[in-house]
């Protein structure tokens, strides 16, 4: 958990990075890597417009392996 401001918390509500990223630009790789994680970890589906955003904001993004343990 991060702390954020109220007005911060209520932006980004129950949207994916496809309508959301954190507006501290030099955080979103972390972001991006954080949601991912998540995603693999609890096995979610990802959407087309999901998965659009997800290659194309990392694009520029320090490549890096994403260590997840799965959920039982």
């Known amino acids: 958990m991060i702390a954020v401001t109220a007005a ?6 129950d949207k994916d990075p496809a309508e959301w990223l954190p507006p501290y630009e030099p955080y979103h790789c972390q972001y991006l ?9 609890w096995q979610l589906a990802v959407d087309q417009a999901e998965l659009n955003t997800l290659t194309q904001a990392t694009g520029p993004c320090p490549d890096q392996p994403i260590k997840v343990t799965l959920a039982r």
């Not at 911060?8 to 509500?13: F, G, H, I």
């Not at 890597?33 to 970890?41: C, H, V």
């Open 33 to 41: 890597a954080d949601w991912i994680a998540t995603k693999l970890r």
């Open 8 to 13: 911060t918390n209520r932006s980004k509500a």
